[in-house]
């Protein structure tokens, strides 16, 4: 039983009233026998009623580490300079790394709540908060360093914060997914382990992610989110489960494919022809459809959007030749604008020991050329619009290839500019400084 006499919260009470679950309704179950959670939910109403904040930042760690602690301390205090609400006037959060794909067995939820409840934490977990990390949110600055042997003991790790690598998410990879190209989890601990030095002690420019997708679907926003992005991808053609298309084309029928597939195609590499007008073509993936008629795919046309292979789940499925893209420099909000990754390696196989250590040796070479050529406060995609991708390549000793775009090109492919002038000086360029 809570010993706290809770604050009356119109304003929170609010919050229930709609048709959605409401955090405050867990945050009420918690007070039940939860001093903490009473005071913090007073700590809300306040803000609520001023329309302010009242928490502020300091330093709270664990040894050894300079980061993954986000320190909470409340402002609200008396005239006296007694905190309003004392139970909940620290209310640190600690930012833990989930594992890769997030995959967890009850089990061991179970024991992250005992640790977290046992130690002196408040009870609030958030499963996962936006830097991907599970964040065990409340707890005094006496407790976080019995709160963080505790995860410890049962194998987790403080995540990211401040200037430093932060926590890395993969999508939920091939353990539940047909359309994941590459051992998602693996290529995650690799890296991150490899580099966990650079979370645990901050001492970058500025924030640095990893993230890594099994298919270009992106579910885990690499592309945009990312500083690093790894997506799957494929080069051979779209495999067919000629089966599985005629299932979907019997229930929806042609309307249906016309509208939903081939007509979404942005590269219209999708058609419907009569079967025995299907050109033997070997980058033609072909279903019959059993009623006369074939879905063709032209392969070289496609530009690996997925729509077609999400809407006929099984039915389509990506190549088997697989591997990775990876990309630089994405994030959502930069100084410079929301900003896409751009592709630096168009393909590479993701599969042989070989290939991991590749993938390891080219992250850290990223992360050094980003701690030793970024300004304060610079993320990667804004140091590589300072000082030029061309640059940037050239730092990282990867060749110029025309599939590195940043957008898809929506112009006709004709150049007015003195561009073929630049291109032959940048040539010039080379062949000097390589004799
Ligand atoms: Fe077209 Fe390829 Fe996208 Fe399918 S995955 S809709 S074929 S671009």
């Not at 061991?108 to 977290?116: E, N, P, Q, T």
């Not at 050109?279 to 459809?289: E, F, G, K, M, W």
Request: aromatic residues 8%.
């Amino acid at each position: 039983m809570s010993t706290r006499i809770p604050r009356d919260t119109p304003m929170l009470d609010q919050l229930e009233s709609g048709p959605w679950p409401s955090f405050v309704a867990g945050l009420k179950r918690l007070a039940k026998d939860n001093d903490m959670m009473v005071d913090l939910l007073g700590q809300l109403e306040t803000s609520y009623e001023t329309r302010k904040g009242y928490w502020k930042g300091g330093t709270v760690g664990v040894f050894g580490y300079g980061g993954g602690i986000i320190p909470r301390f409340t402002e609200l205090k008396d005239e006296n300079g007694k905190p309003l609400f004392p139970e909940a006037a620290e209310f640190h959060t600690l930012r833990v790394q989930p594992p890769a794909g997030m995959h967890y067995t009850s089990d061991l939820l179970r024991k992250l709540c005992d640790v977290w409840v046992d130690n002196g934490g408040s009870g609030l977990i958030a499963f996962h908060g936006q830097s991907g990390d599970i964040m065990f949110q409340g707890v005094s600055s006496e407790n976080v360093q019995a709160v963080f042997n505790g995860l410890n003991e049962i194998g987790f790790d403080l995540g990211g914060a401040g200037p430093a690598l932060r926590t890395s998410m993969s999508c939920v990879g091939s353990a539940r997914c047909e359309m994941s190209c590459f051992d998602e989890a693996r290529a995650l601990r690799t890296v991150i382990n490899n580099n966990l030095d650079d979370m645990h002690r901050p001492s970058l420019p500025y924030k640095f992610k990893f993230k890594f997708s099994g298919c270009p679907n992106d579910c885990v926003n690499a592309i945009q989110r990312s500083d690093m992005a790894t997506i799957g991808t494929w080069r051979d053609n779209i495999r067919v489960d000629e089966k599985l298309v005629q299932d979907y084309y019997r229930v929806h029928g042609m309307h249906d494919l016309y509208n939903d597939v081939v007509g979404r195609c942005p590269t219209k590499a999708v058609t419907v022809v009569v079967s025995d007008q299907v050109a033997a073509n070997p980058h033609l993936s072909v279903a019959q459809l059993g009623d006369g008629n074939a879905l063709c795919i032209d392969n070289k046309n496609c530009v690996r959007c997925m729509h077609c292979l999400n809407v006929i789940p099984g039915g389509l499925l990506p190549g088997k030749d697989r591997g990775v893209s990876i990309l630089v420099g994405g994030k959502g909000v930069l100084k410079i604008g929301a900003t896409m990754g751009s592709v630096i390696i168009p393909f590479m196989k993701l599969e042989t020991d070989e290939d991991f250590a590749k993938l390891n040796e080219l992250a850290r070479n990223i992360l050094d050329f980003f701690a030793e050529n970024a300004l304060d406060h610079e993320r990667t995609g804004e140091m590589i619009e300072r000082i030029g991708l061309a640059n940037f390549l050239e730092g990282m000793n990867i060749p110029v290839d025309p599939n590195m775009i940043s957008q898809p090109r929506s112009n006709p492919y004709f150049r007015s500019d003195d561009w073929d002038e630049q291109a032959a000086k940048w040539v010039e360029h080379k062949q000097q400084k390589a004799a």
